[in-house]
DNA sequence: TTACCTAGCGAAAACGTTTTCGTGTTAAGA
DNA sequence: TCTTAACACGAAAACGTTTTCGCTAGGTAA
């Protein structure tokens, strides 16, 4: 087992110094053909490689981008991520990954962990308990310690920092308006509770997209579940709330659910019911997973492009950081990158 | 914006030398009471952290884990890394992530990327054109060189690492197991072809079910896919072969699908043909994700324990890592751990 | 008084690079 | 022969730590 070759070692064993070695490596016009290729022959042997930790504390700088993220055994984000990896990558930068798991001490750690020259850089969506207390002070102490943030899909204004979202009340409309445009009459929105910042912009979009239409929207039609029932052991929970939906609003033709889950229970639900889908009772989704494209029926569903947000986010923050390179003047100039939806249409809908 | 404050700037600030502040800020007892607290007041006012990256490189470890996966939209990948940033996280380690995305050159180059310093050791499951090309050499020089590997799911036996598998035989015996005692006679497996290796292995698992209860297998029983088509492009060839098996081979009454994907389009096609599930046909996958949990009917399914695995092997190689420190007569002794699977029943079968 | 100890601190090396700034040798020009 | 310039290379600093080793001043023991 040979470890890793360093300068020095190259140096002592051609008998030349440490400069000599680097120079010549990088191909310097100031070493003789000769020792070059010496040298050069030599390394190649050796299989040498510059360390990358000796690079970035020279540099100042690790060419590695952290990710925080609340979980990653989701669609959603892990599709934002390959579209980070993706361009970080082709432009020669790393990725390390955080989860906070919905929990703000451990975005807190995360981000301090990371924060002590690891990286250069965030691209991050907000946990939601974050989002709940409204304590952003981990976020301004990194931008103001100079390492740039982009924040993404879960974002909230006050941060002074690049931000790339989803369309989300647009999106919304979208979908509200492919049932009012097949016929529906009453169109009920399964949603989460207000704190959930995109969960409110889709409520929204929701009223707005009847509002439009000169329905008048009926608070009984507005189902907002307890985020926490997301997650799986709830799922009981989850159903009994639409089924009392149901039951207590037979008119209900349409329904809009905010996630895909939310979709597939009220499906599971309302067949259960005795409802047959798209003939009786539409339902239109947000967020194009897994089981919109593989559940049957399919659901009709607004797709929200993860991978093309994750490649946003990171071009943001890769420009940031060459910008800053450059130029030490830096602009406190934050742009926010809108990512438009698409209705995709498949069973789920007439 | 103040930059990240470090031992220099706080000794000039204090009048005292780096080595003082250094030492204060440990609680050395060579530091004076008086001294120590003013330092450590300095510090905390300015919020100094140690430099991550000067750490790494004055002691030759990062205290980061590169992980090397084929991709991460998939449930099963995702699971593995959240166990493996959750024991990381917890023995005070970073986790920096690499996708294959299923090919070699990428294999190759986000290990070369990752290898020069950047972290302590690897986790990985190999790329399926890995498999294919038999080409192993990027992970023997990466472990000749003093990096410790550790392998998951898919792995091959000639390289020495530990690695974490799960009991595909056993896993795919139970699954059909299960359908020969609720009444099955003709049961057909939805497999990949041979390469896969974790393919083969639940084929093989199906084969010594069947031979285990005397029943002779039929090759016209035992459709293996060409696995390109696991992307959703091919969704319809996927159909097509399946549909295929169904109207030659009219008495399946049960099918045995090594992944979800194949299962849920089974029961899809199953449907279409006016079978009904679990009643005239029963379906077990493999892999409990996201679509065996919420489509309809509900998967029955052999778990993986993802999780479990990322966790498993976490602790492998921080175990290594830190016995290495200690010890620096390494055993050759690798370990490699099975994870047993478990039977989750659910509707699809009765 | 001499010798020695100890508390408290600083200098310097080391981790592996890159880069700036010498410096010595040789050959060409005057 | 002397000056100068090009050439080829080396020394050293810097990035931010930790740690070993010395050093000094003051105190204690003989």
């Known amino acids: 087992m040979r470890r890793k070759v360093t300068l020095k070692q190259i140096a002592k064993e051609l ?10 490596l990088r191909n310097s016009i100031e070493i ?31 060419k590695t981008i952290g990710i925080i993220i609340p979980e990653i055994v989701h669609h959603f984000f892990s599709k934002v991520i390959t579209g980070i990896e993706l361009v970080a990558n082709k432009r020669g930068y790393n990725v390390i990954v955080g989860l906070s798991n919905e929990s703000f001490d451990k975005e807190v750690i995360n981000m301090q962990m990371l924060a002590n020259g690891s990286i250069d850089g965030f691209i991050l969506s907000i946990a939601k308990e974050t989002l709940q207390q409204q304590d952003y002070h981990h976020f301004t102490e990194t931008i103001n310690q100079g390492m740039p943030i982009v924040m993404f899909d879960r974002v909230v204004n006050e941060i002074p920092c690049d931000k790339v979202i989803v369309d989300d009340i647009n999106g919304a409309k979208k979908a509200v308006e492919k049932l009012i445009s097949t016929g529906c009459k009453n169109i009920a929105i399964i949603t989460t509770k207000d704190y959930v910042s995109v969960g409110k912009l889709r409520t929204q979009g929701y009223l707005e997209a009847l509002e439009d239409h000169k329905i008048h929207p009926k608070s009984s ?32 033709d349409g329904v809009f659910a905010v996630n895909e889950l ?24 947000f967020t194009d997973g897994v089981l919109s494209k593989h559940s049957t029926p399919s659901l009709t569903t ?49």
């Not at 008998?15 to 010549?24: P, R």
């Not at 071009?315 to 100039?333: A, G, P, Q, Y």
């Open 15 to 24: 008998d030349v110094s440490i400069s000599t070695v680097s120079k010549a």
């Open 262 to 285: 939310y979709a597939v229970t009220a499906i599971k639900v309302a067949r259960k019911l005795g409802l047959e889908i798209p003939k009786s009772l539409q339902v239109v989704s």
């Open 302 to 350: 607004v797709s929200q492009h993860g991978q093309q947000i994750g490649e946003k986010a990171a071009d943001l923050l890769i420009n940031r950081l060459e910008l800053e390179e450059t130029d030490e003047e830096e602009e406190e100039i934050y742009e926010t990158v809108i990512i438009e939806t698409d209705l995709i249409e498949r069973e789920s809908t007439k």
């Open 32 to 62: 003789s053909e000769d020792t070059r290729q010496k040298v050069q022959a030599f390394a190649k042997l050796y299989n040498y490689r510059p360390n990358n930790i000796a690079l970035s504390l020279k540099n100042r700088k690790t």
């Open 221 to 252: 039609l507005i189902l907002k579940i307890e985020d926490k029932l997301l997650s799986d052991d709830h799922l009981d929970i989850l159903e009994k709330e639409i089924e009392q939906l149901f039951k207590s609003n037979k008119s209900i």
